[in-house]
T-cell receptor, first 114, second 115 residues
Framework: DQQVKQNSPSLSVQEGRISILNCDYTNSMFDYFLWYKKYPAEGPTFLISISSIKDKNEDGRFTVFLNKSAKHLSLHIVPSQPGDSAVYFCAASAGGGGSEKLVFGKGTKLTVNP | KAGVTQTPRYLIKTRGQQVTLSCSPISGHRSVSWYQQTPGQGLQFLFEYFSETQRNKGNFPGRFSGRQFSNSRSEMNVSTLELGDSALYLC??????????????FGPGTRLTVT
């Protein structure tokens, strides 16, 4: 049972345009959500997070939106740059007990074309 | 500040053997988590240690075990290796738990190939 789903294995956008990566979850106990970026041969790098008490969090070119009723979150990258080309993982945590256990999606490979 | 380090970076083992992977967290981080990454399953949580105690465990067989030392360094052991254990094993450290931060910092991983 996959609790965090990234239904698009890949996404291709032009430089300067908006990239939108989507993530759906099924566990209503999740209360903290994170996005990680992963380059080949490197470990995932934390990008941005959002708590379930918010519906939007912005950091520079990256914005994460959370729709709790739909159990859906998305990552917007504006404007997209070739250096953003990587695999993006959505992750969720049911942190009430302070658990560090993160449940990850399978990732979406983003390619930004110059 | 040095990042999370994992050794070895690459490993080739034969089916039936056992393997030990090592992870050194960022200085001051007390929580270490291990993940397995495969193309088909993505990133899957193995277990998490905090202050030398296993605090959480994922859905992996008992062949997968780990431990954490007093200096927060962690090791992961896989016994009786199977072909399906071939994967990238990632270690992540974080500062604390109980809502202080969920930001985990990942190491580069150990690529294990079982033949």
């Amino acid at each position: 049972d996959q609790q965090v789903k990234q239904n698009s294995p890949s996404l291709s956008v032009q430089e300067g345009r908006i990239s939108i990566l989507n993530c759906d979850y099924t566990n209503s106990m999740f209360d903290y959500f994170l996005w990680y970026k992963k380059y080949p041969a490197e470990g995932p790098t934390f990008l941005i997070s959002i708590s379930s008490i918010k519906d939007k969090n912005e950091d520079g070119r990256f914005t994460v939106f959370l729709n709790k009723s739909a159990k859906h979150l998305s990552l917007h990258i504006v404007p997209s740059q070739p250096g953003d080309s990587a695999v993006y993982f959505c992750a969720a945590s049911a942190g009430g007990g302070g658990s560090e256990k993160l449940v990850f999606g399978k990732g979406t490979k983003l390619t930004v074309n110059p | 500040k040095a990042g999370v380090t994992q050794t070895p970076r690459y490993l080739i083992k034969t089916r039936g053997q056992q393997v030990t992977l090592s992870c050194s967290p960022i200085s001051g981080h007390r929580s270490v988590s291990w993940y397995q990454q495969t193309p088909g399953q993505g990133l899957q949580f193995l277990f998490e240690y905090f202050s030398e105690t296993q605090r959480n465990k994922g859905n992996f067989p008992g062949r997968f075990s780990g431990r954490q030392f007093s200096n927060s360094r962690s090791e992961m052991n896989v016994s009786t290796l199977e072909l399906g254990d071939s994967a990238l094993y990632l270690c992540a450290s974080s500062l604390a738990w109980a809502g202080a931060s969920y930001e985990q910092y990942f190491g580069p991983g150990t690529r294990l190939t079982v033949t």
